[in-house]
């Protein structure tokens, strides 16, 4: 198998756990943050620099890399790791989520999805298989299957029929899939914020038998409770010796919150995307470096933390460098942000060997400004 989990330590006191997940690109230490690469670069973000701030696994995106430069060329390169020159573990998403925000310019049929490239209009179809095609032309460690990511709110009939159509979606995923002893598949559970609907799924993918499972279909816009009360009553249903990752969530809140709750993986796009708008996350909550406050500040962006940003510049400095429009500055946030991010969790891996994972969430939640 391309997969392999190693459940370390448990938590007495909730679901958290401390894991390990060893690939054919190297081991990741869990619970784990995942920096993503849609376009086959973490934005700002050399290689080494990803090394620097700790990340042990990054995401590539199968919808815009299908869109260019093309699978087959970077299949040519010996898949992303050899394009992007990464000798550490990649987990690439299906591109549903993607295909299915293109709204007005895609029509889903039980075959799959058709769709107009946001690029230049062309028209593609996305099969299961085509999917999985693409994804074992990318190389990835990790791939996930094809699946229909449905809107907040959404109709219950609607998030049945989508969630049931997933299901059948990841059965034909698993027969394409061929590289077992390279990439490990993971399922997708959907099923909205309906608790039948999530207890439905969770067991009917659980039953397809695969190396790991994500939840899906979340941080859409729905209020954090039901995120968690989702998570409460999914996370149980899937297997205690297999991975499970939290899609799209990357929030410190919702990180901690999701380990709690027995989560051992998560990606987000928001550390770099706030991160090139000026805003970065500090012990003491979110700060906004652009803002006329900090034009003579000589503080770093926080003081705790060891990034090479924070070792280096002044808050003035790198405030000046986002109002120039400097693409150091963008930079300078962006290598901050993943590293308080892979600080936070491990972090969160040590508090969780002390037995101490609810008050590090109090007190943390009380220094960044949650409780406020």
Same mark, same amino acid.
């Given at each position: ?13 909730? !679901? ?97 999805? !058709? ?8 028209? =593609? %179809?996305?099969?299961?298989? %085509? ?55 993971? +399922? ?114 926080? !003081? ?20 120039? +429009? ?9 290598? =901050? ?36």
């Amino acid at each position: 198998m391309a997969l392999k989990f190693e459940l370390i330590m448990e938590c007495n006191k909730t !679901e958290a756990r401390i894991g390990r997940v060893y690939t054919p690109h190297g081991v990741i230490d869990t619970p784990a943050f995942m920096p993503v690469g849609t376009q086959a670069t973490v934005k700002a973000m050399s290689p080494d620099e990803l090394k620097e701030i700790g990340a042990q696994i990054i995401l590539g995106n199968t919808y815009h890399l299908y869109i260019r430069p093309g699978h087959k060329l970077i299949e040519d390169f010996g898949g992303l790791h050899g394009f992007m020159n990464w000798d550490r573990p990649i987990l690439t998403d299906s591109g549903g989520f993607q295909v299915f925000s293109l709204n007005e310019l895609r029509k889903i049929s039980e075959e799959g999805v !058709e769709f107009r490239s946001h690029l230049d209009g062309s028209k =593609h %179809f996305f099969t299961p298989e %085509f999917v999985i095609e693409i994804e074992e032309s990318l190389g990835a460690d990790i791939i996930m299957a094809f699946d229909e990511c449905i809107p907040y709110p959404c109709e219950k009939d609607y998030a049945k029929k989508s969630m049931e159509r997933t299901v059948r979606w990841l059965k034909r995923c698993k027969k394409a899939h061929k590289k077992n002893d390279k990439q490990a598949l993971f +399922g997708i559970v959907q099923g909205g914020i309906f608790k039948d609907l999530r207890i439905e799924s969770a067991k009917m993918t659980v039953n397809i038998d695969l190396p790991g499972y994500a939840i899906g279909g979340l941080s859409v816009g729905e209020p954090k409770e039901i995120m968690n009360e989702v998570l409460d009553y999914t996370v149980p249903l899937l297997p205690k010796y297999k991975p499970r990752y939290l899609m799209g969530v990357g929030s410190p809140d919702s990180l901690i919150d999701g380990v709690i709750r027995g989560i051992d993986m998560f990606d987000c796009v928001l550390p770099t995307r706030i991160a090139r708008n000026g805003t970065v996350m500090t012990s003491r909550g979110k700060l906004v470096v652009r803002n006329a406050e900090y034009a003579k500040d000589s503080l770093p962006l926080d !003081e705790n933390c060891d990034c090479y940003a924070c070792k280096n510049f002044s808050r003035a400095y790198i405030r000046h460098l986002i109002k120039a +429009g400097e693409i150091l500055g963008g930079r300078l946030t962006t290598i =901050h942000n993943l590293r308080f991010l892979q600080n936070l969790m491990k972090d969160i891996r040590d508090a969780i060997r002390k037995g101490t994972i609810l008050s590090f969430r109090e007190e943390f939640f009380e220094s960044y400004g949650y409780n406020k």
